[in-house]
């Protein structure tokens, strides 16, 4: 009997010993792993790089979208045809007119517009997929959603979101800017 109760007391105590080991295992196979977010860091520096390098700047991403964009009967008509509304930069009311234009804009239109420009962009495929990424049709749209149930300026809220995103304050800035200007 006392045998028995020494090889419960030793099994309880190997058992307890090893339960947190256990639920760390499950818990790190459950969330992202730190590559994949280190990686995602990488290729948003890699793409932050090659801009500059290239001297690729603001204005050259907003000019050379607006012009694509508007090559897009779709997105043309709804800039010539829109009503003059006062404009404000409060992120709930502006993300939701920036929400409004982009679905009209439509998914294929926006995201074909986007491949287009990046493709003439003198920067490597890994950069441009991940300029794609970050200025597709999808993440622009969970970003505004996110905006929507914001206060304050439209440019900073959207800059803040992309930079929770994983993207560098330099390129959320540029990204944020651009699709205000693109959307509003």
């Known amino acids: 009997m006392k045998k028995n109760y020494i090889h419960l007391i030793a099994l309880s105590t190997v058992i307890m010993a090893f339960l947190p080991v256990m639920g760390s295992v499950q818990a790190s196979e459950n969330s992202p792993s730190i590559d994949s977010l280190s990686e995602q860091n990488h290729e948003v520096k890699l793409l932050e790089n090659e801009l500059h390098e290239n001297m690729i700047l603001e204005f050259d991403i907003v000019t050379g979208l607006d012009e694509q964009l508007s090559s897009k009967p779709s997105y043309d008509e709804q800039t010539s045809h829109q009503p003059h509304e006062p404009e404000?930069?409060?992120?709930?009311?502006?993300?939701?007119?920036?929400?409004?234009?982009?679905?009209?804009?439509?998914?294929y239109t926006?995201?074909?517009?986007?491949?287009?420009?990046s493709s003439k962009l003198p920067i490597t495929s890994d950069s441009k997929r991940t300029f794609e990424k970050y200025f597709g049709y999808q993440f622009v749209m969970e970003?505004?959603?996110?905006?929507?149930?914001?206060?304050g300026d439209i440019t900073n809220t959207l800059s803040v979101e992309m930079q929770d995103e994983g993207m560098?304050?330099?390129?959320?800035?540029?990204?944020?800017?651009?699709?205000?200007f693109l959307l509003l």
């Open 88 to 107: 404000t930069k409060e992120a709930a009311y502006a993300a939701k007119q920036m929400i409004h234009k982009l679905q009209n804009t439509g998914v």
């Open 143 to 151: 970003m505004l959603n996110s905006a929507a149930d914001s206060k």
């Open 168 to 180: 560098p304050s330099w390129l959320s800035g540029v990204a944020a800017r651009t699709l205000v």
């Open 110 to 117: 926006w995201n074909l517009s986007i491949e287009e420009y």
